[in-house]
């Protein structure tokens, strides 16, 4: 696997951080090594971000959810995408001042992530490289109730695990991992609507984060997942493809979290941009839509000429909060990628109509 002089791999298992709350290492992974203690964070309890967010899809729906415990609010939120109308609803439960009382798990290997209250219930459980995920969301498009249910397994042997820090705040933290083209299989019911999610066309992914931030900041985050023959064909059978693409925030001097996979194997890439078309407003435009043009074409590069994307939106899912303590405005592109991907060994690996996400968000909180 290639690696850029610029960034550090970490190789040793140890805790996130030391016992004075400085981080232990940071860089870049390809499986969790370092160990996440809550109670080694010397930040306020105010400030820890705590997050599960699970994606299962297929060329006809998405459906995502969302448990998150952000220190002074809890959110918790689903979201399905209907690809074939063009079409999506969101939905979220705000919780005032968990701090902590979620108890989400330390590890992504295992352990169980639920929310409950008498409108919705959500409970991710992993155990033995399973994971089981079930949600209940009443009234979560009108009258119409959401329920949801799928087992993600046939987990890739790598994934893009990431730590880091922030240059002007030594408390701020972020550790994160996102695995990407599980397996998938399950169903939902809304309304009148069923639809099952089917192993060989199904895909599942988690991103997995735990921190302290800053208050007020912009990322850039693409992923996909689905089959790809690396020939610019997408037969099933052939390669499971996915991408991990992002960049935004504090300092990542030492790592990216850029990365794409050829049947469970990282292949590391260094710096990207998606090349996201502008409208030629100010860059410190308040609102992403007012400095974005983001239906456009999308040209996402990387800076050693191994990664030439073009990414055609097919519909962007907003969700936006103005509150007195959270502000969010974030806008998650679906859509295809094509183009070429050069791998560790030198190779071209064409990418042709590859679905994922790609999405600009802002926040305050």
């Known amino acids: 696997m290639s690696e850029s002089s610029e960034e550090t791999r970490i190789?040793?298992?140890?805790?996130?951080?030391?016992?004075?709350?400085?981080?232990?290492?940071?860089?870049?992974?390809?499986?969790?090594?370092?160990?996440?203690?809550?109670?080694?964070?010397?930040?306020?309890?105010?400030?820890?971000?705590?997050?599960?967010?699970?994606?299962?899809?297929?060329?006809s729906y998405a459906v995502a959810l969302t448990l998150s415990d952000l220190g002074y609010a809890g959110l918790v939120s689903a979201s399905l995408v209907d690809f074939e109308q063009g079409a999506y609803k969101t939905t979220s439960v705000v919780t005032p001042l968990p701090l902590g009382r979620f108890k989400l798990p330390a590890s992504s290997k295992e352990g169980v992530s639920a929310f409950e209250n008498d409108r919705v219930s959500f409970r991710f459980e992993a155990a033995d490289g399973v994971r089981a995920l079930s949600a209940r969301f009443a009234r979560f498009d009108g009258d119409d109730d959401l329920t949801f249910e799928a087992v993600l397994d046939d987990e890739p042997r790598d994934s893009m695990v990431i730590v880091t820090p922030w240059?002007?705040?030594?408390?701020?933290?972020?550790?994160?991992?996102?695995?990407?083209?599980?397996?998938?299989?399950?169903?939902?019911?809304?309304?009148?609507?069923v639809h099952g999610f089917a192993p060989n066309g199904s895909f599942g992914l988690l991103d997995w984060g735990r921190g302290v931030w800053t208050r007020d900041n912009t990322?850039?985050?693409?992923?996909?997942?689905?089959?790809?023959?690396?020939?610019?064909?997408?037969?099933p059978g052939s390669h499971r493809f996915g991408l991990n693409l992002g960049y935004g925030f504090g300092d990542t001097s030492s790592a990216s979290e850029n990365m794409v996979f050829v049947d469970g194997v990282a292949h590391k890439l260094h710096r990207v941009d998606f090349g996201v078309p502008e409208r030629g407003g100010s860059r410190d435009a308040r609102k992403v839509v007012d400095r974005f043009d983001l239906l456009k074409p999308w040209h996402v590069r990387d800076?050693?000429?191994?990664?030439?994307?073009?990414?055609?939106?097919?519909?962007?899912?907003?969700?936006?909060?103005?509150?007195?303590?959270?502000?969010?405005?974030?806008?998650q592109v679906f859509g295809r990628f094509d183009g070429t991907v050069v791998l560790d060994d030198g190779s071209p690996f064409k990418v042709a109509g590859l679905p994922g996400s790609a999405e600009v968000v802002h926040n305050v909180y």
């Open 303 to 331: 800076d050693q000429n191994r990664l030439d994307l073009v990414f055609t939106p097919l519909l962007d899912r907003v969700d936006a909060m103005d509150f007195a303590l959270i502000r969010t405005d974030q806008h």
């Open 167 to 193: 240059a002007e705040d030594p408390k701020a933290f972020y550790y994160n991992q996102k695995i990407v083209g599980m397996q998938a299989r399950g169903s939902f019911k809304k309304g009148l609507v």
């Open 11 to 59: 190789t040793r298992e140890g805790p996130l951080h030391r016992l004075d709350g400085a981080l232990a290492a940071r860089g870049w992974a390809t499986q969790p090594l370092l160990h996440y203690d809550r109670a080694r964070i010397k930040a306020s309890r105010w400030r820890i971000k705590e997050w599960d967010y699970y994606l299962v899809g297929d060329d």
């Open 219 to 235: 990322w850039f985050w693409a992923v996909a997942q689905g089959w790809q023959d690396g020939k610019g064909g997408v037969e």
